[in-house]
T-cell receptor, first 115, second 113 residues
Framework: KAGVTQTPRYLIKTRGQQVTLSCSPISGHRSVSWYQQTPGQGLQFLFEYFSETQRNKGNFPGRFSGRQFSNSRSEMNVSTLELGDSALYLC??????????????FGPGTRLTVT | GQQLNQSPQSMFIQEGEDVSMNCTSSSIFNTWLWYKQDPGEGPVLLIALYKAGELTSNGRLTAQFGITRKDSFLNISASIPSDVGIYFCAGHSTGGGADGLTFGKGTHLIIQP
C-alpha cells in the first residue's frame, strides 16, 4: 500500500506571496492532519480534516487554511507569507476508527523557504 | 497548550549499547506514541500505547505507558547504526483543546563507531 505523498517536496517563495501544498493520504484513510515543524518550535498541529470538513484546529493564525476533497486528498494554503513561515510542513493520515485515529502516518513533508 | 518534556535532548552511545529515553507531561494523556524521523523524511510510527501500564515491543524497541498516564518511556536494545535519528514522543490528552497530537522536542540519537 502506498504511503502518504506530498507535493511539492521543496518550495521557495517570497514574503507576501501565498502558497498551496498538497497531500494524498494512504488509501482508505479519511482523516488528514497537517503539522508545521521548525527547529525552534518542533512539531505543531495545524488542523485536521475528515469528510471534507475541518474537524480540529491548532493555534495558528487565519493565514493558514486548508481543505479536503471527496477523495480525501487535502491541500493547505498559507497566504501573505512571512519569513517565520519557513518550515517543514507535514501531512499525516489515519483511519477514523476508534484508537486507530491516533496512529497517524506521515508523508515526507514539503520544505518551504520564505525569502 | 499542552507540552511534552522529552529527555535527553541528545545521546551519544556506542554501537551495541542499550538506549533509554522518556517523555513527561503535566497533563494526563490517553494515548502515547513514539516516532523516529530520519533527515529529509517525515516521522515514522514505531509504537502506539493506549493503556496505563501497557508495555509494547516492536523488535528491539520497547515502550511503556506510565501508570500515572503522565509519562512514557522508550528503550532500544543493542543499538545498531541504522538506529541513528531523532526520536519523538507524541500524545493525545483528554484535557480538551486541539485534537491533534502533541509532540516532544525529540531525542537525537548518535551512535559512535
Amino acid at each position: 500500500k502506498a504511503g502518504v505523498t506530498q507535493t511539492p517536496r521543496y518550495l521557495i517563495k517570497t514574503r507576501g506571496q501565498q502558497v498551496t501544498l498538497s497531500c494524498s493520504p494512504i488509501s482508505g484513510h479519511r482523516s488528514v492532519s497537517w503539522y508545521q515543524q521548525t527547529p525552534g518550535q518542533g512539531l505543531q498541529f495545524l488542523f485536521e480534516y475528515f469528510s471534507e470538513t475541518q474537524r480540529n484546529k491548532g493555534n495558528f493564525p487565519g493565514r493558514f487554511s486548508g481543505r479536503q476533497f471527496s477523495n480525501s486528498r487535502s491541500e493547505m494554503n498559507v497566504s501573505t507569507l512571512e519569513l517565520g513561515d519557513s518550515a517543514l510542513y507535514l501531512c499525516a493520515s489515519s483511519l477514523n476508527t476508534g484508537t486507530l485515529y491516533y496512529e497517524q502516518y506521515f508523508g515526507p513533508g514539503t520544505r518551504l523557504t520564505v525569502t | 497548550g499542552q507540552q511534552l518534556n522529552q529527555s535527553p535532548q541528545s545521546m551519544f552511545i556506542q554501537e551495541g549499547e542499550d538506549v533509554s529515553m522518556n517523555c513527561t507531561s503535566s497533563s494526563i494523556f490517553n494515548t502515547w506514541l513514539w516516532y523516529k524521523q530520519d533527515p529529509g523524511e517525515g516521522p515514522v510510527l514505531l509504537i502506539a500505547l493506549y493503556k496505563a501500564g501497557e508495555l509494547t515491543s516492536n523488535g528491539r524497541l520497547t515502550a511503556q505507558f506510565g501508570i500515572t498516564r503522565k509519562d512514557s518511556f522508550l528503550n532500544i536494545s543493542a543499538s545498531i547504526p541504522s538506529d541513528v535519528g531523532i526520536y519523538f514522543c507524541a500524545g493525545h490528552s483528554t484535557g480538551g483543546g486541539a485534537d491533534g497530537l502533541t509532540f516532544g522536542k525529540g531525542t537525537h540519537l548518535i551512535i559512535q563507531p
